[in-house]
């Protein structure tokens, strides 16, 4: 079975400050990572995604992220916030193969940008 | 079209009532989800869809009953719900695993 542990429920910043905030996974197969951000009384965006290829995943507002796989880590990190990118940030994880789309979310980060 | 459309966006019933929540996308996807979302919680997955047959059921209560009528449309039909079943309620679709997963905007669901 997969499972996703993102280590920090919240994560405060200040605006224009670097952040990262930590995902690690847990699977007995190849799988596939992704970063999603969910805004209040909204659905979940995108972010970026880890499928193959380059370790480090460019995504949108400036995040990046990058699949470690010996530290089984997905972390993802932006150079310098704003106070619009506060919102909750989701991991999550499939499988790469098979006919199981089954997505498995973490807990979840709270990222605060205060000014 | 690269979006998924959830109507209502936001729906009260009480706890005898029968209502449906709408779900739909155009992207071609072959795998379509519910999911339920507690406030401050990760999604949980409900129910996945792949070639309009049910493939996945989370041991999700009989009062919620999924449809698929064809390979752009979802519903979820809701009978006899619990105060507890008050969520945000959210969609999905995907091309497989590893297409990504676009979600709707959500139903949010209060039941009283």
């Known amino acids: 079975a997969q499972s996703v542990t993102q280590l920090d429920s919240q994560v405060p910043v200040f605006e224009e400050a670097p952040v990262e905030l930590r995902c690690n996974y847990s699977s007995s197969v190849s799988v596939y990572l992704f970063w999603y951000v969910q805004y209040p009384n909204q659905g979940l965006q995108l972010l970026l995604k880890y499928l193959s290829g380059s370790t480090l995943v460019k995504g949108i507002n400036g995040f990046e992220a990058e699949f470690n796989k010996s530290q089984t880590s997905f972390h993802l990190r932006k150079p310098s916030v704003h106070i619009s990118d506060t919102a909750e940030y989701f991991c999550a994880v499939s499988f790469s193969g098979g006919s199981n789309y089954k997505l498995t979310f973490g807990k979840g980060t709270l990222l605060t940008v205060n000014p | 079209d690269t979006e998924v459309t959830q109507t209502p966006k936001h729906l009260v019933m009480g706890m005898t009532n029968k209502k449906s929540l709408k779900c739909e996308q155009h992207?071609?996807?072959?795998?379509m989800y519910w999911y339920k979302q507690k406030a401050k919680k990760p999604p949980e997955l409900m129910f996945v869809?792949?070639?309009?047959?049910?493939?996945i059921n989370e041991s999700v209560p009989s009062r919620f009953s999924p449809e698929c009528p064809n390979s752009s449309l979802l519903n979820l039909h809701l009978h006899a719900l619990q105060p507890e079943d008050s969520a945000l309620y959210l969609c999905a679709s995907s091309q497989g695993a590893g297409g990504g997963y676009t979600f709707g905007s959500g139903t949010r669901l209060t039941v009283v």
């Open positions: 992207m071609g996807h072959r795998a």
């Open positions: 869809y792949s070639y309009e047959k049910l493939s």
